[in-house]
């Protein structure tokens, strides 16, 4: 089954939309419309929830809007859809990994975590942290292809250093690699997905999102995984988004 995003040119560039049976990551900055998505794909899903089926939002930074899951779906079925959304608020990782068993009790069609390594990267440190992320991702991954179901993880963003390789003239043409540092330009940094390697192993698809006008709300869209193949962009309205952008 394929869910649609509300954006007929981001629902072309996943290949018609989100689909069932796979984990899909999307990141990007603040503002990107991450959560925005998550709540249109809410709306979009409940016309293929059949009886007892539910929506699971797990929410990790206390993003969910009821309202503008309602502004969306308008007046028509806004009050059904709530009603179809289970919402599980954590406030640890212990509580996010945790709230994972109710799938096998509920086994929803669609499973939303946004973000999924807010508090991970606030309750782990190095190795472990990747470690811990990896097994919850595994679960999440073998739960969608198991139960046919959607999964959507959001993500954050980081400004890391660039780094750069130089040849030494002096040394026998000898790389050396560095690092820019604080003192260097802003052009020294650069956006990169949080602990993106780790959730790449088990995403099945990978949407990056970034601003292109703060002011008209227009964001554009990368597909980075399975395969990099292209971009669109579209606005963020109150009724969800548009593809018209003039």
């Known amino acids: 089954m394929i869910i649609s995003t509300g954006s007929l040119s981001l629902d072309r560039l996943l290949g018609g939309g989100i689909r069932t049976g796979l984990l899909t990551d999307v990141y990007g900055p603040s503002g990107t419309g991450k959560s925005q998505l998550c709540f249109s794909l809410c709306v979009n899903s409940a016309k293929y929830l059949k009886q007892k089926e539910m929506i699971m939002f797990i929410d990790t930074v206390g993003t969910f809007r009821p309202e503008r899951v309602s502004e969306i779906a308008r007046q028509e079925t806004n009050n059904e859809i709530l009603d179809k959304i289970i919402f599980i608020r954590a406030f640890s990782t212990n509580d996010q990994i945790k709230s994972l068993r109710k799938i096998y009790d509920i086994k929803p069609l669609l499973i939303i975590i946004d973000s999924a390594t807010s508090l991970f990267s606030t309750e ?33 963003v980081r400004n890391v250093p660039v780094v750069r390789t130089i040849s030494d003239q002096g040394d026998n043409n000898v790389n050396k690699v560095i690092k820019a540092t604080t003192t ?23 949407l990056r999102l970034e601003i292109v006008n703060s002011e008209k709300s227009i964001v554009r869209a990368s597909l ?9 962009s579209f606005r963020i309205i109150s009724r969800g988004f548009s593809d018209q952008i003039k």
Request: proline share 3%; aromatic share 10%; hydrophobic share 35%.
């Open 224 to 232: 980075m995984q399975p395969s990099p193949r292209g971009q669109v």
């Open 184 to 206: 260097t330009t802003s052009n020294s940094y650069q956006q990169r997905e949080f602990m993106g390697t780790s959730v790449s192993i088990y995403s099945h698809i990978k």
């Open 124 to 156: 782990y440190r190095g190795a472990s942290r990747h470690l811990v992320l990896m097994n919850h991702l595994h679960e999440l991954s073998f739960a969608a292809i198991n139960f046919d179901c959607a999964v959507v993880i959001t993500n954050m």
